[in-house]
């Protein structure tokens, strides 16, 4: 499929999944190194990033555990720069050595936001894996530990991601096309 059409929004094909998959291996595989002998705990921001958990999680080969919060900013094509925090946090995670998994890092203010809430809880350590990563709209301090694609300021959809709710069940990630 080269093209897809979600409401009234036209996207063409741009990372297909074997890519997507392949980035996603040597992400773990350096996740892999970098925890060896520790137990991470994941905690995946829903919805976006719910494909790339799992196809993450396939190839940690670490005792770890997940858990998700489910947060909200962006409202159509762009982000509102406010955060709704639909599900929180339910977990102790004092001491722990805590990875988030984002869909896509944009203006940075939903990691900006759930690292002030997770450090508060504090953690041994925290660190941030997103699939994506948009390094020209990002302007927060954060470090991104873990980038496994970087992309233009372009809006896309699939393998997780959406517009106005559609999209996320596509294997492959498109690009809005103008
Ligand atoms: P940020 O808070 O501006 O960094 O936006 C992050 C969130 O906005 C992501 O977790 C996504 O859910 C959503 N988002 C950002 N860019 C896109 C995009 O191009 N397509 C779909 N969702 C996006
Ligand atoms: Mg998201």
Known sequence: MNQVQLKDKK??????????????????????????????????VLNGSFM????LLKNISLDCEISFV????YDGTSSTGKINNLI??????SGRDVIVLEDIVDTGNTIENLYN?????????IKFATLLLKPDVYKKSIKLDYVAISIANDFIVGYGLDYDGLGRNLRDIYKITK
């Open 117 to 125: 809430t997770i450090i508060a809880k504090n953690p041994n350590s």
């Open 88 to 93: 929180g946090l339910n977990q102790d995670i």
């Open 70 to 73: 489910k947060i909200s900013s």
């Open 11 to 44: 996207f063409s094909l741009f990372i297909e999944e074997e890519r997507i998959l392949a980035s996603i291996v040597a992400l773990a595989e350096k996740i892999n190194i970098d925890y060896k002998d520790k137990n991470p705990l994941f905690i995946g």
């Open 52 to 55: 790339f958990a799992s196809d």
